[in-house]
């Protein structure tokens, strides 16, 4: 699953101090593979350069 600008997620990494914790996608890089990394901004700080496989979508409550 890929993400876009403005999703909200929540970071899985054991070596992050946001791990567990949900924020916004704030921009998308493509690597020169062809993959997506993303910059997440949460509400003290962000983690740039995190791999899809390290976010979940948040389920909207519509």
């Given amino acids: 699953m890929s993400f876009e600008k403005e999703d909200e997620v929540v970071l ?3 070596h992050s101090e946001y ?3 949900t924020g916004t996608i704030t921009q998308v ?3 020169m ?3 997506a ?3 997440v901004s949460f509400e ?3 983690e740039t350069g995190v791999p899809e496989g390290s976010l979940d979508a948040v ?3 519509e």
């Fill in 44 to 46: 003290d700080g962000q």
């Fill in 29 to 31: 890089m493509e690597t």
């Fill in 37 to 39: 990394t993303y910059t």
């Fill in 19 to 21: 791990d567990g914790e």
């Fill in 12 to 14: 899985h990494d054991k």
């Fill in 59 to 61: 389920e909207s409550e």
């Fill in 33 to 35: 593979f062809g993959d």
